[in-house]
């Protein structure tokens, strides 16, 4: 018999890859938006998560394109799955940043630069190797919204789509 709940379970295991890419798209422009009309310069690890994002873009569109071949539609949940644990592993990572900001432990030797925002940078000295940029240090939070700063949130966003996608994963086998 099916239930209401089974169709939305069908739906979430149907829809988590597109969901999944919409998400990384939306995450890594707001982050980019923080950055060119905020001013807020990236740390080390601030890169890191975007790198997290942009391989879960990746990996959403090569699933969209794989799911087209009716012989590979069977996989859907493993590749559910898969964006699920990347984001799980973004999660962490935010998590591990937070806890840097609020000096719960050190961040990489890497993260200790210090610097500022790489705007209005005379790009000859820098072509040239004369001059030398600092990213921002990683324990210093730029920003923060009811009291969690932008990794913060990262961490919080990140578990929500790795809980979603192995959801999905559970709700889509066999259904495929």
């Known amino acids: 018999m099916r239930t209401p709940s089974t169709g939305l379970s069908e739906r979430l295991a149907a829809a988590w890859i597109p969901v999944a890419l919409a998400a990384s798209v939306a995450m890594l422009a707001a982050a980019h938006a923080f950055e060119r009309f905020g001013g807020y310069a990236p740390c ?18 090569v699933a969209l394109a794989a799911l087209r071949s009716p012989r590979l539609r069977a996989l859907r949940p493993w590749m559910g799955l898969a964006l699920g644990l990347v984001f799980l592993f973004g999660a962490g990572l935010a998590g591990f940043h937070a806890g840097v900001e609020w000096k719960w432990w050190p961040g990489p030797a890497a993260c200790a630069a210090g610097g500022g925002s790489v705007a209005g940078l005379d790009m000859s000295g820098l ?10 240090s990683c324990d210093d939070a730029a920003w923060r919204l009811a009291g969690l700063s932008m990794a913060g949130w990262n961490a919080l966003v990140s578990l929500g789509l790795a809980a979603t996608g ?11």
Do not use: I, N, T
């Open 127 to 136: 072509v040239e190797g004369s001059l030398k940029v600092q990213l921002p």
């Open 166 to 176: 192995v959801a999905a994963w559970r709700f889509g086998r066999g259904r495929a």
């Open 44 to 61: 080390l690890l601030c890169l890191k998560q975007r790198e997290v994002y942009w391989v879960a873009a990746g990996m959403a569109l």
